[in-house]
């Protein structure tokens, strides 16, 4: 086949399920990967995607994924690292093992997926390797340095190889989504607001309307407009926000 | 007519040209702005956009300039502010005139631009105000201070805008075009590649190459992704640079 | 006279005061310099520094201050530029004149300053050059555009001046002020809360106290800490905040 | 007694050495913590300090040393976290598993050793927490993403926690240590230069020429100067490079 295979791992309803059904709607052969197959499936047959099992926070998963996604799809010319693991607390009540292992899962979950990628990628020269991270991959707030510490790693991760990689062709990109993204189906009344974020009730939408609001939809056409980037003109780091948050 | 409008100002065969050509292919009726008509009507007919004569240093003939525009094709969506007086030298032998008159057409001339765009987008609730930024917008060198300090104050301005106009639905973004662009025609050999910039030489090379080094046309490519992207995932900044650019 | 004589442009009686009664203190010759020269004397007076007039808005004001300085205290070894012409207000109801001399103010009375200081450092291969930012010299907030302008662009001009005297044994420093200052005199009951900071009553305080705020006295020290900085260690920018503020 | 305790971490004849010794000066008892103790003593006795074992990537030998200094010393009023892992490599030659326990022994290290000082601080409401960042902790390089990830994963915390602890009357500082320091006994021909910085020969050199070069004196002053801050004005991060280091 001489469609591009794309790969997406920590895939869900959100920013990773709107880039999924971008890429193949842009004639990408997708494949999304999540811990559980089962909660994924439905996800994945919906928009014509392949689901894989893989877990994130173990490097043998990660590489075993890539094998699959090889023999299934072909090796990938698009890999997204999207999962990450929120902890909240203040200082002291931190449980340090699994303030270790969150740290763990997010930031050498991401090394491993870039190594796997750049290794189908550099003999090719050409590729994409995206991050998705949050307000807290450059601002460590109070009562959240676990979660700090994972997305500020994955944006140094990120940078080194934006300097390593883009050389040999291959585009890396960290995406800064900054504010709460609208669950699926979400209303808009208040879209964007990071207070309301959580709150917002399930409510039949229009996808122009969807555009409105922080929604995953807005946000992957952020991921489809890099991908287009020309390698003549590169970013290598994308801050998005909906219009109403305050930043 | 249903046409949108866009204003370029401080245009030149460069970024702002391959911008200008993008947006006519895009359905824009465009309006280019430089202080030496004769020069800029050439570029603007070749493109079908409409010439205007503008001295991005004066104020008043920034907002004549908008009232022209204004009559002749109506009152621009898009606006890019362009121009920079690029200034380098060591701190002692600045002639303190010709600083304080760099310094000032390049951020009074930003701000005349984003109040008379601003004046015509806030009644109707959306618009795009552009400015293009530079390495020295972010990054201060030795022996390029008034630069720096010109380019540092119109990002100033275009944080600060982003914050006020946002959610009054107008985007607001600063582009970082990191790297010496390619000069029209230039061959791409060594594209991208800062030092050799003001080398390249004349030759007839396809779109496609061009769109490999750090040409106007590969810039103006993100400059027109960022004009799409829907109001509910923007982003205020954007940096670019070729793949080969060290950073 | 061997004691190293001091330049403070902008001076009153918040961070420049406490930074000149420091520098008395310290063994320092200290000039201050004001627009308003009665109003600047007893404050100089009481510290033991000389008052100066001078216009920081005119460039040829600040060379005349210079050679007054030469003339009755030598050059200077340390320099502080403070001052800066702050204009809030939304975009359309900007006054661009006002605008225009509001940066021009800011940022070429910057530049004169760093240039005279530099012309004496520079032969003596030693020297301080130190600037007063704020919060808008590294944050641009909404209707706040044209202060944001000329702070950025101070701090543009700091970055570039330290990369290009350091060599030279001049240390450039740029302090970035984040919060309201303490009004002389202030209580401290909420001490270092932005929003408090325009409402502190007068009261008899002791100098501990005004040290647990965010007191030109607190400040001062830092100022004092940079100057002391042996030139194999410096930092070439400061953010300093209470520690009661948000950020 | 009511000498004022420091424990710093990651011990050596660097830059903790040179603030262990500050400290003690300033009338600090001082524990030093390395995991080699027989090399670590010399040091410790020879700057009337007190050497204790520990492992920087164990969190049980962390607590563990705390405890102990707790024993010996009383709580520590400030403590430095010093150490970090360095990993070198491009991106298809690294280890996962050397990887994954450079960032944990550098980050959870720096995690546990905050969690435990502040556990002893918060009660008093006073304290200093300090981390020795690097040029990596905010620029990640080519050919160094894990050594990048480390260290920025610890200035999320380090921001975080100054965040946090703030109002509570505890100072976090990161240090930015920007260049190659000095090694002991180091001519300062080249100091602060950073290619040289390796090849620096023995030698005997005066205290002052060591505040020439970028030496651990000449760091340790910055360190010193951060603890005097009064709390009305307190930096949270300081970047620290030789007045010959570009940037």
């Known amino acids: 086949m001489s469609q591009p295979g794309a790969l997406i791992i920590g895939a869900g309803p959100g920013i990773s399920g709107a880039f999924g059904s971008a890429l193949v709607a842009a004639g990408y052969r997708v494949a999304l990967a999540a811990r559980n197959l089962e909660r994924l499936r439905p996800l994945a047959t919906g928009m014509g995607a392949t689901a894989f099992a893989a877990d994130a926070s173990s490097p043998a998963s990660i590489v075993q994924l890539f094998s699959d996604v090889d023999a299934a799809l072909g090796p990938p010319e698009v890999v997204l690292f999207n999962p990450s693991a929120r902890m ?74 934006a300097r390593e990689l883009a050389p040999a062709g291959i585009h890396v990109v960290h995406f800064v989504i900054d504010g709460g993204v609208l669950k699926d189906g979400g209303t808009l009344k208040d879209g964007g607001a990071r207070k309301e974020a959580g709150t917002l009730k399930e409510g039949g939408i229009e996808q122009g309307e969807r555009l409105e609001g922080f929604s995953p939809e807005a946000i992957a056409k952020s991921y489809m407009a890099a991908l287009a980037q020309p390698r003549g003109a590169w970013s290598w780091e994308l801050e998005l926000r909906s219009f109403k948050e305050p930043f």
Do not use: C, H, N, W
């Not at 699994?98 to 050409?126: D, K």
């Not at 998705?132 to 140094?156: D, L, N, P, Q």
């Open 88 to 161: 909240r607390g203040e200082l002291l009540g931190i449980d340090i093992e699994l303030a270790a292992s969150a740290i763990q899962s997010t930031a050498v979950g991401a090394l491993v997926t870039a190594q796997e990628a750049a290794r189908r990628m550099l003999p090719r020269g050409r590729g994409s390797i995206f991050f998705t991270g949050a307000t807290a991959s450059i601002k460590g707030f109070a009562s959240s340095s676990v979660f700090a510490m994972g997305k500020f790693a994955v944006r140094g991760l990120a940078q080194s190889l």
